[in-house]
């Protein structure tokens, strides 16, 4: 079975800073990336998804992620956070193919709060 | 374009009382998805339903809990009796196929508190 951790419990940030979220994931096989966002009292909304291709995908709102495969990593960045960032961010994965290719495993999340 | 309707939103009940939350998916998806959030655990997937039928319902926790999708559209989750470790937010999503590369839409969730 697949698994996820994220680095970072919570993490607080000055606006216009950068942002590094750490995702690393456990897996044997060929794998889908996702990263989630969760505002405050708001459902889980898809911010990038990676299938195959360039490593390096852009998601919504100048938020970007690079597979690194040898580090079974997806780390999320964005190079210079707003305010509007204020919320709770999900790494998640699931098998690329196969019978279990429906199960979306989360990682326990990591809550950004910006200040402004 | 609706999404992922979810009701009610909050629910505040005594323990041992039933507990139904309902989900209503997007229309056309075929796979429906509910989870649990909690603080201790996180997001965990409690059961999968393809085209009505129930896939994978290793994540439902014990027998108290119960789920049935009657149709296409719509789908409950039930608790009964519920207990206070049942507190959480319950998250229902959909997709357009239950293949790992149709993103998962989620509802806004039903916060329930056991009291």
């Known amino acids: 079975a697949q698994s996820v951790s994220q680095h970072n419990h919570h993490v607080i940030l000055s606006e216009a800073a950068s942002l590094e979220l750490g995702c690393n994931y456990s897996y044997g096989g060929t794998v889908n990336l996702f990263w989630y966002v969760q505002y405050p009292g708001q459902h889980l909304q898809l911010l990038l998804k990676y299938f195959s291709g360039d490593p390096l995908v852009k998601g919504i709102k100048g938020f970007e992620a690079e597979f690194i495969k040898s580090k079974f990593s997806f780390n999320l960045r964005k190079p210079s956070v707003q305010w509007s960032d204020t919320a709770e961010y999900f790494c998640?994965?699931?098998?690329?193919?196969?019978?279990?290719?429906?199960?979306?495993?989360f990682g326990k999340g990591t809550k950004l709060s910006v200040i402004p | 374009d609706a999404g992922v309707i979810q009701s009610p939103r909050h629910e505040v009940t005594e323990m041992g009382q039933e507990v139904t939350l309902r989900c209503k998916p997007i229309s056309g998806h075929n796979s429906l998805f509910w989870y649990r959030q909690t603080m201790m655990r996180g997001l965990e997937l409690l059961i999968y339903f393809n085209n009505n039928v129930p896939i994978d319902d290793s994540g439902m926790p014990e027998d108290r809990f119960s789920a049935k999708m009657p149709n296409a559209s719509f789908s409950t989750l039930k608790i009964q009796p519920s207990e206070p470790r049942d507190s959480a937010v319950y998250f229902c999503?959909?997709?357009?196929?239950?293949?790992?590369?149709?993103?998962?839409?989620f509802g806004d969730g039903t916060r329930l508190s056991i009291l």
């Open positions: 998640a994965v699931t098998p690329y193919s196969g019978a279990g290719s429906y199960q979306l495993t």
């Open positions: 999503a959909s997709s357009l196929k239950g293949v790992s590369n149709q993103p998962q839409h």
